[in-house]
C-alpha cells in the first residue's frame, strides 16, 4: 500500500462488528472479566484501549515500524523513551533542538543522573569524539527546530550501531510521509503529534515508534507502569487528523516554498533558513533522506524593522507556540518555544532575539506574502 492509501485505512479500519468506517471511540476505563484471568484482551485503558490500539498500530505502520505507542503529549512520549536510561547514563542530542526536551533533560532527568552533551550530530569527528563510555543513546531531530540544520540520518545510525548506541530522531517536522528514520537504520522515533499529524491545532498528543520486539516491550512496560497515555477521544481526533495528512502537507509544502522564495528576495530578512531552498547548506542531503523540505521557515529580520510592531500588524498570521495546523503560525523562539535555553547558549546555537520562526499553513498563498508584506511595510522603522 502506498502511503496515501495507508493513511487512511492503516491500522484498524473502521469497525468489523457494526461496518462503521470510522473507529469506534470506546470512552472506557475498564473491561469486564468473565471470570478470573478471562478477558477479551482488554483489562484497564492505561495498559490498553481498542481506540488508542486503532491509533498506536496506524503510526506503527505509517513509520514502517514493530509497534507504536501514544502518550498524552509529545514530552510524555520523549519522557517515557528517556526513561529507558539508568542514573549514569548519557544522551548525546543535536543543537538547537526543541527547547522542551532541552529542558527535561537539563532540569529532570540531571537530578536522576543522566546527562546530556550537546554536539554537533553533522559533524562526524565531533560526535566520534563525543562518544564516551557511559554515552547510551544519540537523540537527533532534521531538520533542527527552529534553524533547519539537516542531520545525516543514516551516517548517524550507523555510528551508533557500531558503538552499540541507540539512535532516537524526533521526526515531527516531517512526518512519516516526508522523512522515515527506522528505515535508515533508526531504532525509536518520537513525535509530537500535536503538530502536523494532528494538523488541526486542537489536540496534544505524542507517539512513539520502535524498530524491535525488545523496545516494544520496553516501552509498552513503561507506558503502562508511569501513564502518561492518550485518552480514546483523542486518539480518535488525532487518527481522523492523519487522514488528511498527505493533502495538507502536499499544500503546506507549495505554500511554503513560496513563502520562502519571497523572503529570500525581501530587503527586510537577513537570513533566511528553509530547507527547500537550494542555498540551504543542507539541501542536497535533505533531498536524499526526505520526500519533501517540509513547511516551517525561519528567518531574522533586519536592524531596521521593529520586530514588535511586525507581529502585532499580522492579519491571518497567528502570532503563538506551536507549528503544523492548518492555520499559519509565527513563533518568537527566544521567548517562547526555546526561552528555557539560557541566553549566552541560545546565542551561541544562533537563536537570536530577531529571530522568528514561520509555520506556514494551507491557506492562499498570496493572502500570506501580502499578510507579511504589509506588516513589514509597517514595521519598517
Ligand atoms: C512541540 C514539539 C515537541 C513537544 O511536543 P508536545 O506535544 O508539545 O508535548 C517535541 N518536539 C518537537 C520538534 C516539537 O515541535
Request: hydrophobic letters at 40%; charged letters at 25%; aromatic letters at 8%.
Amino acid at each position: 500500500m502506498k502511503i496515501e492509501t495507508l493513511l487512511i485505512h492503516g491500522g484498524i479500519d473502521g469497525d468489523e462488528h457494526t461496518g462503521a468506517v470510522s473507529v469506534p471511540i470506546y470512552q472506557t476505563s475498564t473491561y469486564k472479566q468473565a471470570t478470573i484471568g478471562e478477558h477479551k484482551g482488554y483489562e484497564y485503558s492505561r495498559t490498553g484501549n481498542p481506540t488508542r490500539d486503532a491509533l498506536e498500530k496506524l503510526i506503527a505502520e505509517l513509520e514502517g515500524g514493530y509497534a507504536g505507542f501514544a502518550f498524552s503529549s509529545g514530552m510524555a512520549a520523549m519522557t517515557a523513551v528517556l526513561t529507558l536510561f539508568k542514573s549514569g547514563d548519557k544522551v548525546l542530542i543535536s543543537s538547537n533542538m526543541y527547547g522542551g526536551t532541552f529542558r527535561v533533560l537539563d532540569k529532570v532527568f540531571t537530578s536522576f543522573d543522566i546527562k546530556y552533551e550537546i554536539v554537533d550530530t553533522n559533524d562526524e569527528q565531533e560526535l566520534l569524539k563525543s562518544i564516551s563510555k557511559d554515552v547510551r543513546a544519540i537523540i537527533i531531530e532534521t531538520p533542527t527546530n527552529p534553524l533547519m540544520d539537516i542531520t545525516d540520518i543514516e551516517k548517524v545510525s550507523q555510528i551508533a550501531k557500531e558503538h552499540n548506541l541507540i539512535t532516537i530522531v524526533d521526526n515531527t517536522f516531517m512526518t512519516p510521509y516526508l522523512q522515515k528514520p527506522l528505515g535508515l537504520g533508526v531504532d525509536i522515533v518520537v513525535h509530537s503529534a500535536t503538530k502536523y499529524l494532528g494538523g488541526h491545532s486542537d489536540l496534544v498528543a505524542g507517539l512513539v515508534v520502535v524498530n524491535s520486539e525488545e523496545l516494544s516491550k520496553k516501552i509498552h512496560f513503561i507506558q503502562n507502569a508511569t501513564g502518561g497515555i492518550l485518552g480514546p477521544f483523542d486518539s480518535w481526533l488525532l487518527i481522523r487528523g492523519i487522514k488528511t495528512l498527505s493533502v495538507r502537507l502536499d499544500r503546506h509544502i507549495e505554500n511554503a516554498q513560496s513563502l520562502a522564495e519571497y523572503l529570500g528576495k525581501s530587503a527586510a530578512v537577513a537570513k533566511l533558513y528553509y530547507p527547500g531552498l537550494p542555498d540551504h547548506p543542507g539541501n542536497e542531503l535533505h533531498k536524499r533522506q526526505a520526500k519533501g523540505p517540509g513547511a516551517m521557515i525561519s528567518f531574522v529580520l533586519e536592524e531596521g524593522y521593529d520586530i514588535c510592531r511586525f507581529l502585532r500588524e499580522l492579519k491571518y498570521i497567528t502570532v503563538g507556540e506551536s507549528l503544523g495546523g492548518v492555520e499559519s503560525l509565527l513563533t518568537h523562539p527566544a521567548t517562547m518555544t526555546h526561552g528555557a535555553i539560557p541566553f549566552e547558549l541560545r546565542q551561541k546555537m544562533g537563536i537570536v532575539d530577531r529571530l522568528v520562526r514561520l509555520s506556514v499553513g494551507i491557506e492562499n498563498k498570496d493572502d500570506l506574502i501580502s499578510d507579511i508584506q504589509s506588516a513589514l511595510d509597517k514595521a519598517r522603522l
